[in-house]
């Protein structure tokens, strides 16, 4: 009987019995649902704290300025509507009720109700400006080109020796969004999927089931079926997330939306979260045979904690700025550290091709070691009926036939 | 006390030989050896903490023996072998959220039966062990007897060379005890060998063709139960009326009373005495109304392995 059937039937009573469970296909509908909402807010959000047009009133004396000022507002980048009231009491009145931010009483008078827009004052005083010009040169026997040209700034001709690449800071912004974005999302996922390892294997050994399954399954087969398992649910429910991401995406913005999103950094993202997910479920699974009941878990998986919450807020809060600094560099290569950093350097613009190839090739190295580490507590622990500590458990660690 | 047969003859045989193993300063087992031959259901005795579990959980590795031997059909025990073998651990274990059926077919396939395989043994298992209405039933719903059954049906969910169960009538209430007797013996017929330890020693008396007692470890007894029994050095006595109650055992060598109660009266007497001529003392002294002279009970063997 081969060790690839016993794992594979592992994992997949480790998918069977989660598939069907409540928690399982709540979690995996809460995804879907982050993922629409996400992309729905990105679409009204913007709308929300974009500026609302002035609606300015305007009385019979002040009709004219209309299109003077529309010109001028746009220089402004803001919008104004209008309204014509026949006299300043009705003016007034809507004034009052709310209806308008202010009222052009005359061409140089505006009234607000309680408080001065600067904005719409710099308007209407550039409106007015601009048009008093013209007849003050004809006063002075100016034409209209002579005085503009006689108040125009001064002309300073400016030159770069060495230009920087050009940098769209509308691109720089998402890329740092993404790299905190994805921190985030790496934390979660291996807290979320880990724990589920944790507490599965916690289970079998309280309740003993272990032991049966042991006679017919050699620990570390147990132990790589039940995170693979586990791997296979997360992506699963990840998929799921993703194309919704994407059914969400084409729904708002049509399929020319998806090309815009970066399939490198997409691949990149899942190759870190499988990564990831493997590193950290297998040193969960180790800690799970140690412990005997959930409560004792919390402390046990402190020395897990330190990497994952470390490379977290790194990834989070420093890496999006200082994409290539030397913490960043070194983080992102340090296999515990790097499923959380590498992905968020990479967004932020940083990383190198050669960086991200040694990252990998490390992250896959330290795997194998960490597997057999895993294994080895496992059966140490997993047979013991009290808590017992990593080295003793590695010690005890019975020879796998 | 080692009565010889001819087991190494009969094929697969599972031999375990000088197994030791230290916990600490406890001494778990202390060179232990014995076999368990096909299609034979071996009783394996001994007070607690004597090694019995150890040695069970040894079969299959799942303690590491200070040194010793375990063959099967003559070579050293490999995982794929153990596979072959069911497994009822003393501290019960069972998935709690998994249906009845779905349990048993897959530590079916686990032990190597294929998607088939697997689904005929779950339907005559849990047919045969009166679960079929439970079977989509999850395992945490039962009753502990019923509880116990799915353990029995996991262990037997293959058509396994060998069963090892430990306190397998534990917990069981006397209709279940005799089911789960009757379906291990249908085990031991179709040729399995079947190792299953017990403190219910009339139980086992019942149910074993073969004894093996342990004590602190080594093994103290092991062989036929006929044969064990019929090679002790002792003989149990039973008289029941008046001649109960007078001391003309006295004039038996090495005769020892046992148990002295109103009209009844135990005697232990060497293997060698008369049966003839103890009933004649006996009546020689008073009125006999009931008389046995037995080889020693599983009972009796058991007490003289371990007290000595």
Redesign the interface.
């Known amino acids: 009987?081969s060790s690839t059937r016993?794992i594979r039937?592992?994992a997949m009573?480790e998918i069977?019995?989660r598939i069907g469970s409540r928690a399982y296909q709540i979690s995996t509908v809460a995804i879907a649902l982050i993922a629409v909402g996400g992309i729905l807010a990105a679409q009204i959000l913007p709308d929300l704290f974009e500026d609302e047009p002035f609606d300015l009133g305007l009385l019979p004396a002040t009709a004219d300025q209309e299109s003077a000022l529309r010109e001028v507002a746009s220089s402004f980048d803001r919008e104004i509507e209008f309204f014509t009231y026949d006299s300043l009491g009705s003016a007034e009145a809507a004034l009052g009720e709310g209806d308008l931010d202010a009222v052009l009483v005359a061409p140089d008078q505006l009234q607000f109700q309680d408080e001065v827009d600067t904005t719409l004052e710099s308007i209407v005083r550039q409106s007015l400006f601009a048009m008093q010009l013209e007849e003050r040169a004809e006063e002075l026997g100016l034409t209209l080109d002579e005085a503009q040209s006689l108040i125009a700034p001064a002309m300073v001709q400016s030159e770069v020796v060495e230009p920087a690449a050009p940098a769209d800071n509308g691109d720089e912004d998402i890329g740092q969004g993404v790299g905190a974005l994805s921190a985030i999302a790496l934390l979660f996922a291996i807290s979320f999927y880990g724990n589920w390892v944790l507490v599965g294997v916690i289970e079998e050994k309280s309740?003993?089931?272990?032991?049966?399954?042991?006679?017919?399954?050699?620990p570390w087969e147990l132990l790589v079926g039940k995170v693979l398992g586990i791997l296979a649910l997360a992506v699963g429910q990840i998929a799921v997330g993703g194309a919704a991401l994407a059914g969400a995406l084409v729904a708002t913005e049509g399929t020319e939306a998806l090309p815009t999103v970066a399939l490198a950094g997409l691949v990149m993202a899942v190759v870190w979260l499988v990564i990831g997910l493997l590193l950290y479920n297998f040193m969960y699974a180790a800690v799970g045979a140690t412990v005997n009941r959930p409560e004792e878990a919390t402390s046990a998986t402190f020395p897990l904690m330190v990497p994952l919450m470390g490379g977290y807020f790194v990834g989070l809060i420093f890496i999006p700025g200082n994409p290539d600094s030397l913490v960043a560099r070194v983080l992102s290569i340090f296999p515990l550290t790097a499923p959380l950093t590498m992905p968020s350097r990479i967004a932020s613009g940083g990383g190198s091709p050669i960086e991200v190839v040694i990252a990998i090739t490390l992250a896959l190295v330290t795997l194998a070691g960490v597997i057999w580490l895993a294994a080895r507590i496992y059966s140490g622990g997993i047979?013991q009926s009290s808590k017992v500590g990593f080295l003793t458990a590695f010690r005890r660690a019975?020879?796998v036939? | 006390m080692t009565v010889a047969r001819e087991w190494t003859t009969l094929a697969s045989v599972l031999q375990l030989t000088d197994l030791t193993k230290r916990y600490g300063d406890v001494v778990a087992l202390d060179g232990a050896t014995f076999e368990v031959p096909p299609g034979r259901m071996v009783g394996f005795l001994g007070p607690n903490g004597s090694g019995k579990t150890t040695a069970m959980r040894s079969i299959f590795g799942l303690v590491r023996l200070g040194s010793g031997r375990i063959l099967w059909d003559g070579e050293p025990l490999d995982a794929n072998d153990a596979r072959r073998f069911g497994y009822m651990p003393e501290a019960r274990g069972l998935y709690p959220k998994m249906t009845v059926g779905e349990q048993v077919d897959y530590f079916a396939r686990l032990h190597g039966a294929d998607a088939s395989g697997a689904r005929i043994h779950v339907d005559r298992w849990l047919d045969r062990l009166d679960l079929g209405e439970r079977r989509e039933s999850k395992v945490e719903t039962l009753s502990h007897g019923n509880q116990q059954r799915v353990q029995l049906a996991v262990s037997l969910a293959f058509d396994s060379d060998l069963l090892i169960l430990d306190e397998p009538f534990s917990g069981l209430d006397p209709i279940a005890v005799a089911t789960m007797g009757d379906v291990i013996r249908e085990e031991a017929r179709r040729g399995a060998g079947v190792l299953f330890s017990s403190h219910q020693l009339d139980l086992v008396e019942d149910l074993c063709d073969d004894v093996v007692i342990i004590n602190r470890g080594r093994v103290v007894v092991q062989g036929g139960l006929e044969e064990v029994r019929a090679a002790s050095p002792y003989r149990y006595v039973d008289v029941s009326g008046p001649a109960a109650k007078t001391r003309w055992w006295n004039g038996i060598p090495d005769a020892e009373p046992l148990e002295e109660r109103d009209s009844r009266l135990r005697l232990r007497v060497p293997s060698t005495s008369d049966p003839a001529a103890v009933l004649t003392a006996a009546r020689d002294s008073a009125e006999v109304s009931g008389f046995r002279f037995e080889p020693p009970s599983l009972s009796d063997l058991f007490v003289e392995a371990i007290r000595g």
Do not use: G, K, S
């Open positions: 009987m016993q039937l592992v009573r069977r019995a309740n003993r089931v272990v032991e049966v399954l042991l006679a017919a399954v050699a047979l019975r020879e036939r």
